[in-house]
T-cell receptor
Framework: DAGVTQSPTHLIKTRGQHVTLRCSPI?????VSWYQQVLGQGPQFIFQ???????GRGNFPDRFSARQFPNYSSELNVNALLLGDSALYLC??????????????FGPGTRLTVL | GEDVEQSLFLSVREGDSSVINCTYT??????LYWYKQEPGAGLQLLTY?????DMKQDQRLTVLLNKKDKHLSLRIADTQTGDSAIYFC???????????FGAGTILRVKS
């Protein structure tokens, strides 16, 4: 089975632009979470979506938004990009909304560079 | 909020055991995880432990949990050069799949 896939792999944007990152979860997984990993730090939680509804949001500004589609894939949108948004954006999927023995599986990430 | 702390760096010789430590603040965390990240890659789940367990062994990996001290450790037996990577401790927080990660421990294995 395919794992979590993310696109694009790398992306370069300039300050003020908008970006859309995409994630396809493992087949059968209904929950998608997004994390931001700045260089040298651990991942930080941005959003969780389950059955197309937002179930959790981390401490990120309103410039960050996301949505989940009927096929459970997800998009993360970031408006008015800042230099500090440069990071590896990770998507994770799991079968259900709550933590259990069904743990989260992470994709390879999208490396965003803001110039 | 939840705080997860790890030591920054660990260097061991090939064949030795490695022990990576983690402390956390939220005693209500139900699941605690260890992830591995190789250069330029995403996160690979290594193992996890449920909060009502003290120890979990999975091949070369042993996880120890001390709930009283809120201390989690990962022992890698017979460490190999392929184990060189960044290791993240993560704890489940709140309802749902929000994980709080430590900053990561860089493991360097010398041959």
């Amino acid at each position: 089975d395919a794992g979590v896939t993310q696109s694009p792999t790398h992306l370069i944007k300039t300050r003020g632009q908008h970006v859309t990152l995409r994630c396809s979860p493992i087949s059968g997984h209904k929950s998608v979470s997004w994390y931001q990993q700045v260089l040298g730090q651990g991942p930080q939680f941005i959003f969780q979506y389950y059955e197309k509804e937002e179930r959790g949001r981390g401490n990120f500004p309103d410039r960050f938004s996301a949505r989940q589609f009927p096929n459970y894939s997800s998009e993360l949108n970031v408006n008015a990009l800042l230099l500090g948004d440069s990071a590896l954006y990770l998507c994770a999927s799991s079968p259900r909304a709550s933590a259990s023995t069904d743990t989260q599986y992470f994709g390879p990430g999208t490396r965003l560079t803001v110039l | 909020g939840e705080d997860v702390e790890q030591s920054l760096f660990l260097s061991v010789r090939e064949g030795d055991s490695s022990v990576i430590n983690c402390t956390y603040t939220d005693s209500s965390s139900t699941y605690l995880y260890w992830y591995k990240q190789e250069p330029g890659a995403g996160l690979q789940l290594l193992t996890y432990i449920f909060s009502n367990m003290d120890m979990k062994q999975d091949q070369r990996l042993t996880v120890l949990l001390n709930k009283k001290d809120k201390h989690l450790s990962l022992r890698i037996a017979d460490t190999q050069t392929g184990d060189s990577a960044i290791y993240f401790c993560a704890v489940e927080r709140e309802y749902g799949n929000k994980l709080v990660f430590g900053a990561g421990t860089i493991l360097r294995v010398k041959s």
